[in-house]
């Protein structure tokens, strides 16, 4: 127990779109009828933004609804959506997918494409304005249950504990900060969302959440190769037809563009590598010619969730609320959840000031959850909710039964499909699967992990405890190896892990754990689920700029 007591009346982990939605709304409706309610944000990157990453393209629904004059107020929001394609693409050749037959919930009509991670550092900068603490660099490594399993709070992380457990000489103890409400918005696959639903059953009624990895290159490329504005989807190469996933490629300004893959975590051959199908799709040539004389300056990737409507779990406990992605609230086939998380924070803001206002605490905020399903944003998961289960009989009938699905019905089909098995159970083992011989990167247009990784800013304090705990260390060789030929070495974005041989020629398994760049990928897909990805210690991980 920490000697250090703080308390506030919400406390929110996460400073993303969600938590910080929260944080601007108990404020607004403090401040509109003149009720103090004191909010704390903690977050466990260096700053806030430095380890969000997204696309990104922005539907402004929700930020109308809770900062209607944001376009005074130098945001970062200023390219707006000018054209959009969507191709799919053979080895060589790029076919255009006429606009009639992409589902409206695709069109991109007066988005924007921005930065999530200079986004949500405006965001802060709003809810600072208005009173809110913020705390960057903290982790929230524990949550607080009372007794009656309620919960009341989180200790923040210890900094300055060895590798070995002891304390080196800068070590300080972790604070204990209480409230009357805990909200989580830790973003996909929380470490401590993971636990709540677990421990609280929060998805008995659910079906099981199902992820993709999004890896992403932020790259300067010449002036006769932007056209700032312009949206690009493609489906297709490189990706096999059982393979959920696709690409974007975002004109963010002039010289400056994203490009991105998105892969379903459902895929089944272990020898698949995210990240060498993503180098591989930078070689077509139409995305060559776009990316010649360029140069790429930044790197990252984040797993997300894919499961919407029916793999979302109960929204609320004892004591607080999951917020956005720590519950899953991307809209798949929109390609988008910054404006349905932003809605879910706005929710559980309204819920708890209401709770604190009539003298409530740490009870069950049923109304957040009721509300949420019933609001614009519940409405449209549920209308997404076919599109992903679709690919899994693969992409041409995934891609007819969404056609029938959003196009001709709308949404409104009288059925919902169930997701295929969990991701981690997809692998099939090694003697069914067909290897797969990457290129050798270039350095030019295609980079190896290690080079990539460079390019995130990625720190940890090498002699801290390893945050990538295994449950069993003899599954990585007995099992992952043995049957899958470990899968873990191909979709980690980062070359955490390794299999080495010893003295003896036996192969063992080395965890590189300052090259993780949080994206969770490996608490997901691991086969025996035996990794469990832990905070490090607050203000490690990436930092990345203009992501």
């Known amino acids: 127990m920490s000697d250090e007591i703080m308390k506030y009346d919400v406390i929110i982990v996460g400073a993303g779109p969600s ?58 929001i200023k390219t707006k959506v000018s054209n959009e394609k969507l191709l799919f693409l053979s080895e060589n050749k790029a076919y255009p997918i006429p606009k009639l037959f992409t589902p409206a919930v695709m069109h991109n009509e007066n988005n924007y494409i921005i930065s999530l991670g200079r986004f949500c550092k405006w965001l802060s900068d709003q809810a600072e304005s208005m009173g809110v603490e913020i705390y960057p660099g903290f982790t929230a490594s524990k949550i607080l249950i009372d007794d009656s399993k309620r919960v009341f709070g989180i200790k923040t992380g210890d900094h300055g504990i060895l590798k070995d457990g002891s304390k080196s000489e800068n070590y300080q103890s972790g604070i204990e900060i209480h409230a009357k409400y805990v909200f989580f918005a830790e973003g996909c696959r929380g470490h401590l969302g993971k636990q709540l639903i677990n421990n609280f059953g929060l998805d008995d009624d659910s079906e099981h959440q199902t992820y993709g990895i999004g890896i992403k290159e932020l790259w300067e490329v010449d002036d006769l190769n932007t056209s700032p504005g312009e949206v690009l989807h493609t489906v297709g190469w490189p990706l096999s037809q059982d393979v959920y996933g696709g690409s974007f490629l975002y004109h963010l300004g002039k010289n400056l563009i994203s490009l991105g893959m998105v892969i379903g975590l459902d895929y089944q051959n272990p020898y698949l590598s995210p990240y060498e199908e993503f ?23 984040r797993a997300l969730n894919e499961g919407g409507w029916q793999s979302l779990p109960k929204l609320v406990f004892p004591g607080g609320a999951l917020l956005g992605c720590e519950a899953g609230t991307l809209n798949t086939p929109k390609i988008k959840g910054t404006h349905t998380a932003m809605k879910s924070g706005m929710i559980a803001a309204e819920s708890a000031f209401f709770a604190i206002k009539s003298g409530r605490e740490k009870d069950v905020l049923d109304c957040y959850n009721r509300n949420f399903l019933s609001s614009w944003a519940g409405d449209e998961l549920k209308k997404a909710r076919n599109v992903r289960p679709s690919f899994k009989w693969g992409l041409k009938i995934g891609m007819f039964l969404t056609g029938i699905d959003q196009i001709i019905l709308r949404g409104k089909a009288p059925w919902t499909l169930s997701h295929h098995k969990p991701d981690h159970e997809a692998t099939v083992k090694k003697e069914l699967a067909k290897k797969i011989e990457y290129p050798k990167a270039d350095g030019v247009l295609t980079f190896d992990r290690l080079t990539n990784v460079s390019f995130t800013s990625t720190y940890h304090e090498e002699n801290q405890p390893c945050h990538l705990t295994l449950k069993d260390k003899s599954i990585p060789i007995e099992y992952n190896y043995k049957y899958f030929d470990s899968p873990e070495q191909r979709y980690c974005p980062a070359g955490v892990y390794e299999v080495l041989e010893n003295e003896q020629r036996k192969p063992y398994l080395q965890i590189n754990a300052q090259n993780c760049i949080h994206c969770k990928t490996c608490d997901i897909k691991d086969p025996k689920q035996n990794i469990n990805w832990i905070v490090p210690e607050g203000g490690g991980g990436p930092n990345y700029s203009n992501m």
Do not use: M
């Not at 180098?279 to 990737?301: D, E, M």
């Open 279 to 301: 180098q591989r799709y930078k070689t077509h040539p139409f995305i060559k010619k776009i990316l010649k004389n360029g140069k790429r300056i930044s790197y990252g990737a």
């Open 19 to 76: 938590g910080l939605s929260a944080a601007i709304n108990l404020k607004k409706l403090s401040t509109e009828n003149n009720i103090d309610i004191n909010v704390c944000v903690v977050e466990k990157a260096s700053e806030v933004g430095a380890h969000i990453l997204s696309g990104a393209v922005l539907e402004t629904k929700a930020l109308d609804e809770l900062l209607p004059d944001w376009k005074l107020k130098d945001s970062p």
